[in-house]
């Protein structure tokens, strides 16, 4: 009890000197008062949130063989990648796949509540899935539908027609919640992020897969590269007859039974 308690007051002093600096940091810089004291609680607030222990703070794992530290690494990872039926798939022909991808292009990242994920017309360079907690996401073309609906509606009320009648999706902001994925189609096609991602709370810990190093894996095995890049071709071919709205980072934008109906028949058998 004695040393838990020792503990605690190392981590309040720590707290302190950390907070100390910050504000002779503004004080010595003249930032104003009001901003100060917005800097100083947004501080507090992250500081006072328990994170869980990530990975790469537990410096002992190092010390793993590869083989163990595979297994890690696919326990950790590897139910929330079968959540994706196109691994889900792959695991079925290659029982080894899923613990390379682990260990090759998959990490894991804890957000602080309203830290970005990424943000609107930028290059995508990763795909998420929720492994924990919920994600803000708001579509870029939102404000642009939400106006364009707004003026609709002021011209069907006065009796105008409006400039352009085609029929856009509303889309909200929305929370989405653990299983889903984000960003999920630069996997398998260049992809530019459609809206801002956040996290919508302290609990949000996402599963982050990279792209090339999945295509690394891939091309060790031929039989897999044949059927993904099968796949690739069908997804991309659905989604260039996609308008702006229809293309969203939650999920998939296409049904991926729509992507395998697509694909010729040999890598469509083997997808199942």
């Not at 838990?4 to 302190?16: A, F, G, N, P, Y």
């Not at 994170?51 to 590897?78: C, N």
């Not at 398998?188 to 801002?196: I, S």
Request: charged share 25%; net charge neutral; glycine share 4%.
């Amino acid at each position: 009890l004695s040393a838990w308690l020792v503990q605690i007051q190392i981590s309040r002093q720590e707290q302190e000197t950390k907070m100390r600096v910050l504000r002779r940091f503004l004080r010595e810089n003249a930032i104003p008062r009001s901003l100060a004291a917005r800097i100083d609680q947004h501080v507090m607030d992250r500081l006072s949130v328990t994170t869980r222990i990530h990975m790469d703070d537990v410096v002992v794992l190092e010390t793993l063989t590869p083989a163990l530290r595979s297994s890690l690494r696919h326990e950790l990872w590897g139910a929330d990648l079968l959540r994706n039926p196109v691994f889900w798939a792959w695991n079925g022909l290659d029982s080894d796949i899923l613990s390379e991808i682990c260990v090759v292009c998959v990490s894991s990242v804890h957000c602080a509540q309203g830290e970005e994920i990424f943000s609107p017309q930028a290059a995508a360079d990763f795909a998420y899935t929720i492994k924990d907690g919920m994600v803000a996401y708001k579509h870029s073309m939102t404000a642009q539908i939400q106006s364009y609906t707004a003026e609709k509606d002021m011209n069907e009320m006065v009796g105008r027609a409006p400039a352009n009648d085609k029929a856009y999706h509303v889309l909200l902001p929305q929370e989405v919640s653990k299983g889903h994925w984000l960003a999920e189609p630069v996997l398998w096609v260049p992809w530019v992020y459609r809206g801002l991602a956040s996290a919508a709370d302290s609990s949000c810990e996402l599963v982050k897969i990279n792209p090339r190093g999945l295509k690394v894996v891939v091309n060790k095995r031929p039989r897999i590269e044949s059927i993904w890049r099968s796949y690739c071709v069908a997804l991309y071919e659905k989604l260039s007859v996609k308008d702006a709205p229809e293309l969203s980072d939650i999920d998939s934008s296409v049904e991926h039974a729509e992507v395998i109906l697509a694909m010729p028949r040999a890598p469509r058998v083997l997808m199942g």
